[in-house]
């Protein structure tokens, strides 16, 4: 149980163009999803967290209008990271927090990530 | 949140016992413990939590002492595939801003 999805694992986009990645909990109905960017030798920063039907909370520093974030259902959130620019090359990874059986409500349960290389 | 401390790195040889320290000095009351491994390119994976004492499960073990200031993973027997980056985070039950600090590498040599 415990299950997240993210889709695509690896894109490489254009400077100027937009990307969306997608994050499915496949066995259970996620409350709170959750968005992390890593650079490389680098821990995990959280970017924002969503609840379903609800806009999205940003981090500090985070733009909200190049980052968007939407929660339309309990197992799917998207970020598309709009007008990408090289310097938005990054490890991208969701995770999603429930609560049904098998799944411990207070954890978070992640993705396996998205790699974006934007030339 | 509070503030953790690992060792930024650990070496080890396969089947031996690894324990990894985390301080967590001002741990409030109400803060959980837990711990995630991550390999290269892939998300965080969840091991273990806690609050107090000991808690067991089938990857590893999780030592809290009654002061609650310091936590340790144990994992038994180690294997190459354990090589991975180790994340102590401290905070309150379902909390939002989960800090992921620097963590731990932990390198399994043959």
């Known amino acids: 149980g415990a299950v997240v999805s993210q889709h695509p694992s690896w894109v490489i986009c254009k400077s100027g163009t937009s990307v969306k990645i997608e994050c499915r909990s496949l066995?259970?109905?996620?409350?709170?999803m959750f968005w992390y960017r890593q650079f490389p030798k680098q821990s995990l920063m959280l970017m924002a967290t969503s609840n379903e039907g609800s806009k999205a909370t940003y981090e500090q520093g985070v733009e909200k209008d190049k980052f968007l974030i939407n929660h339309a259902s309990l197992t799917l959130s998207t970020l598309t990271v709009t007008s990408a620019h090289p310097e938005d090359s990054s490890f991208y990874i969701c995770?999603?927090?429930?609560?049904?059986?098998?799944?411990?409500?207070?954890?978070?349960?992640f993705g396996a990530g998205t790699r974006l290389s934007v030339l | 949140l509070a503030k953790t401390t690992q060792p930024i790195s650990m070496d080890s040889y396969e089947g031996q016992e690894v324990n990894i320290t985390c301080s967590h000095n001002?741990?409030?009351?109400?803060?959980?413990i837990t711990w995630y491994q991550q390999f290269p390119s892939q998300g965080p994976r969840f091991i273990i939590q806690g609050y107090k004492t000991k808690v067991t499960n089938e990857v590893a073990s999780l030592f809290i002492p009654a002061d609650r200031k310091s936590s340790t993973l144990s994992l038994p027997r180690v294997s190459l595939s354990d090589t991975a980056v180790y994340y102590c985070l401290v905070g309150p039950f379902g909390a939002n801003n989960l800090f992921f600090g620097t963590g731990t590498r932990l390198t399994v040599i043959p």
């Open positions: 001002n741990i409030a009351t109400n803060d959980y």
């Open positions: 995770s999603a927090r429930g609560s049904l059986a098998g799944v411990i409500k207070n954890i978070q349960y």
């Open positions: 066995d259970f109905q996620a409350t709170t």
